[in-house]
């Protein structure tokens, strides 16, 4: 490709995070499912607002939070999402444009309104979400920049997209594009519940498609049927060229080929909350992967850039990454 | 009073803060004053926007700042201020709302947007502000609740709403109010340029109705044209019961009748962004002096309250206030 050409271009929620702190009790009190992504509709989620505490709002949504990071790490990266014309979205383009991603997808001018995510985070520092998708949900082939595409190293789908219907025809359309032009395909499979809504086109589109797989143990878990940690990194092995395999505090394993390697977590500071943890890691593995590291580095600038995401409330970095990874032996010369 | 007695009512500008970090160069190319509260019209608010880093959204204004404070604490509140009937007017809303306080003002469903403070943190921490005021400077008269007024043992008035003409009558109003209920007022002087843009009528606010006076050294230098520490200690004395003038990292002096109490600033872990450190100790202070707090308590409480503000981005705080001065020794028993 010409000097046009980016690292990363990513595909997933346009969405806007409310990110209030709460109490085991309130999950309860609205029949929560601790830890996991639940969506709702408007109505829903204006009531969930009027009885959540105060709250900070920023830009998130899985795999924009990714390209976020990337870009803070000085990868060149793209966003491919849609929003509403009102104030949320306009929050969103500019957060994503500031980074310095491209961002070309056209805004809904009717229809439901940008899609929010309220993020609830109980003193663990867990976080618990519930969705209104709203003109996120709207993503089609239209959408598809494919010259945005074919411009990317690698094209990172977000699983969560998966309940958009509309959206799995992007994927798919997106993922052609990519190979056509000779690109990657990376997924996250974003949730446990997500995937067991969908486990059956997960598995196709991975089998199909994947090359690069995000998956923590219960997405792992939800997708293959089996809690076997054995027998998960043996179906990984046959399923996709690399799997990224999380496990929390607990590191991540990588799985290429015949190699298995094991990372650690870093924790720069105390856990303040956990949203953004996966997709920071997505971002830094990814970062790596795109400037010639090792697979062993990538999982490190993977967790590093975790590690910053959950010192703080929000997903997105607050500190420069690039920066952070430089103290640090993993990023690769010149990259 | 009624069983409705409240401890602060706070008057201030209802704003939403939008803050991204950003480093020198961004301010002087922008000719920004850093540490300064600047304010600007909706058009330089959206080129600034339009070129500032991404953000991080949560309600703000310097007094809604402090209530938000007092609340965590445990304090019972109110607020007087102006939104507009839009995205960032719901999102203050809420969030004063859900901290507990009172909140009786109505909308503007007319005229300019919801105000906004685009606030650029430094590498140094320091915060340099761009105001908005919007529908906040449309507060008058008839938005001071004299019911409100009446029920809280202090009204807390910020000081920046001296930049909205019609804001002036609404702070003699309440002052008027509140003194004829035999409650105390008590007023923050914000910002050294909103001194010098209306030292008159400042000086004549603090002497005819001012008990409880918040200074940072630059603001006092600019009421009293002194730089002297002797000379505006003695002039304290004269002008207010109570002054606690406060000096950054060095701390705090509080100046009442004869006494002088030196109080030590505190710091919970880095320094990350400084906006609202004035604004929280006021609330520490304030939530002491409303606790039968002795007045060095009151200093610790708010020294507290400010060094969980500056801990994070954003001025209101993160940490239940209430549960950190319970493991200080400063908290009034049965407060």
Chains 1, 2 share one sequence.
Do not use: W
């Amino acid at each position: 490709m010409q000097s046009g050409t980016l690292d990363v271009v990513g595909i997933g929620n346009a969405i806007v995070d409310v990110i209030a702190s709460t109490d085991d009790d309130f999950l309860a009190k609205h029949g929560m499912n601790k830890g996991a992504m639940t969506l709702v509709d408007e109505m829903q989620a204006e009531i969930i607002y009027a009885e959540m505490g105060p709250t900070l709002v920023n830009s998130g949504g899985s795999a924009a939070n990714t390209i976020a990071g990337i870009a803070s790490f000085g990868g060149r990266t793209g966003f491919i999402g849609k929003v509403r014309d009102d104030a949320l979205g306009t929050e969103f383009r500019h957060d994503i444009v500031a980074v310095g991603a491209q961002f070309t997808t056209m805004p809904a001018t009717s229809g439901p309104a940008t899609a929010r995510c309220l993020v609830l985070v109980t003193p663990d520092s867990q976080r618990t979400m519930n969705t209104f998708l709203g003109a996120s949900a709207g993503l089609g082939a239209d959408d598809v920049d494919a010259e945005l595409v074919r411009s990317a190293h690698i094209t990172y789908l977000e699983g969560y997209l998966y309940d958009a219907p509309s959206a799995q025809t992007a994927f798919h359309l997106a993922a052609e594009i990519a190979h056509a032009a000779g690109r990657r395909i990376a997924l996250t499979l974003s949730d446990p519940f997500c995937v067991n809504r969908h486990r059956d086109a997960f598995l196709q589109l991975v089998n199909r498609h994947v090359d690069v797989l995000f998956a923590n143990y219960a997405e792992a878990t939800a997708l293959l049927q089996t809690d076997d940690r054995a027998a998960i990194v043996e179906r990984l092995r046959t399923l996709t060229d690399v799997a990224a395999l999380t496990f929390g505090e607990d590191g991540s394993l990588i799985v290429a080929g015949d190699a298995a390697i094991e990372i650690r977590a870093m924790r720069l500071k105390s856990v303040v909350d956990t949203t953004g943890a996966g997709d920071l890691y997505a971002a830094g593995f990814l970062f790596g992967l795109t400037h010639g590291a090792s697979l062993h580095d990538c999982g490190h600038l993977g967790s590093l850039a975790a590690g910053e995401a959950i010192s703080h409330y929000g997903a997105r970095p607050q500190t420069n990454l690039r920066e952070l990874a430089e103290k640090s032996t993993f990023l690769p010369s010149g990259g």
